[in-house]
């Protein structure tokens, strides 16, 4: 197990720097050294400046009862305010990096759980514990049986494992090609008028990636949890798997790009339309302003399709395509015989998101035979039965 805790270990309490050869807090630190990971010490909660360096940390050892070391003489910190300066730190941490949180504790652990509950901290995201519970080699051992216990840490410590082996190993052969590969590089893409940027970080994320083993996760971890998942919480996953919201979506626009229009219906009542852009991600790059494709798209009600879900997939007819769980959870049907140009800087203030890959590039494949198709001849209605033909609408705005 410890080979998948890559990185330092952060050890916080404010006894940290006294040498008594009995303190708890020494022990505890041995067991770490014991397995040759690097320790950062700290005596007080580190500024919220230091946490932007936490991002490849292994675990963090806090102590529950950290006093603070910035008072002035005389003055006594309140037990409430300990507690409050502690949760505080542990809700940013945990906005700013994944990974195991230890809280060992002189108090109570039932109480502990209960305040960090009561502000709204999953104690199933932290492991709690009494000081004493981590002597005599224990700390590893619970650990270990935490990350086990917890899905989303365990796979991500796999995964962090390997992507570090990956990303060393390219940066490592690419220094031995030439010191100057990123400038060689860069002149060629700039000679090729793309995104710089862009594209050097692509070639660095398509290499890593390549030379990422096939990963084993062992299934007795990944699916632990007893408890079943309730739909929302079900499309919440799927959107995140396929769907990256304008929030996190860098600045530059690309293929894939989602927008949203609203618009009053005949009776006056505030509807949505959305854009697609599928056009190949080098022209949208090479320009300030470019000019998008867009396919426009509108929500449609799951009842109104049941017909066309066939083995967890719908059976899109060949001008259209349908995208689950986006904006909210969200289905929205793309129409391929309706496409739009616009240019970027009219339009991008109603971006919304991103769909990924594979999704957007299906799209692009089925929208380029779309445009390859051959016309055929109508049949006629009065060739089936009464009803067998519907007529199709026309578009709407």
């Known amino acids: 197990m410890t080979n998948m805790l890559s990185g330092i270990a ?30 950062a010490k700290y005596d007080e909660l580190p500024e919220n400046e230091a946490l ?5 940390i292994s675990f963090v050892i806090l102590d529950w009862n950290l006093k603070s070391k910035d008072l002035p003489d005389g003055v006594l910190q309140s037990e409430d305010q300990i507690v409050a300066d502690v949760i505080d730190f542990i809700k940013t941490l945990k906005s700013k990096v994944f990974g195991p949180i230890f809280i060992f504790t002189a108090t109570n652990v039932s109480e502990v759980k209960a305040k960090l509950k009561e502000a709204g901290i999953s104690d199933t ?37 390997e992507y570090n082996q990956a990303k060393n190993s390219v940066f490592i052969d690419f220094f031995k090609m030439s010191h100057s ?13 793309v995104d710089t940027s862009f594209e050097l970080g692509e070639v660095i994320t398509k ?3 390549t030379r990422m083993s096939p990963f084993n996760f062992d299934e007795t971890h990944v699916c632990r949890s007893k408890s079943k998942p309730d739909r929302k ?9 396929r769907y990256l919201s304008s929030i996190e979506a860098d600045a530059s626009v690309t293929t894939g790009d989602i927008f949203k229009e ?24 090479r320009k300030s302003n470019p000019e998008l494709h867009l396919l426009k798209g509108k929500e449609i009600k799951i009842e109104n399709y049941k017909d066309k879900i066939h083995e967890g997939a719908f059976m899109e007819s060949r001008v259209e395509t349908i995208v689950p769980f986006i904006d909210e959870a969200r289905i929205i049907r793309f129409e391929f015989f309706d496409l739009h140009k616009k240019k970027w800087n009219s339009i991008k203030v109603n971006r919304i998101g991103r769909l990924l890959d594979p999704y957007i590039t299906s799209i692009q494949q089925r929208y380029s035979l779309h445009q390859q198709r051959k016309g055929l001849p109508r049949i006629p209605a009065a060739a089936f039965p009464p009803g067998t ?8 705005s």
Not at 52 to 56: D, I, K, L, R, T
Not at 149 to 159: G, H, T
Not at 233 to 241: F, P
């Open 10 to 39: 952060v050890v916080i309490d404010d006894t940290i720097h006294e040498k008594t050869p009995k303190d708890q807090i020494h022990k505890i630190i041995s067991q770490i050294e014991e397995k040759n990971i690097p320790i």
């Open 52 to 56: 932007e360096h936490f991002s490849g």
């Open 125 to 161: 995201s932290i492991i709690v514990a009494s000081k004493g519970g981590l002597l005599g080699g224990k700390l590893f051992t619970k650990l270990e049986e935490w990350i086990k216990s917890s899905p989303p840490v365990y796979v991500f410590k796999e995964w962090e494992r």
């Open 181 to 193: 590969w990123p400038k060689v590089l860069w002149e060629n893409f700039k000679e090729d008028g």
């Open 207 to 209: 290499n890593i990636q």
């Open 233 to 241: 919480e079900i499309q919440s996953v799927l959107q995140g798997e």
């Open 262 to 285: 609203s618009y009053q219906d005949g009776e006056g009542n505030e509807q949505f339309r959305y854009y697609l852009n599928i056009r190949a991600q080098c022209d949208t790059l």
């Open 389 to 396: 033909i519907k007529k199709r609408k026309a578009p709407t």
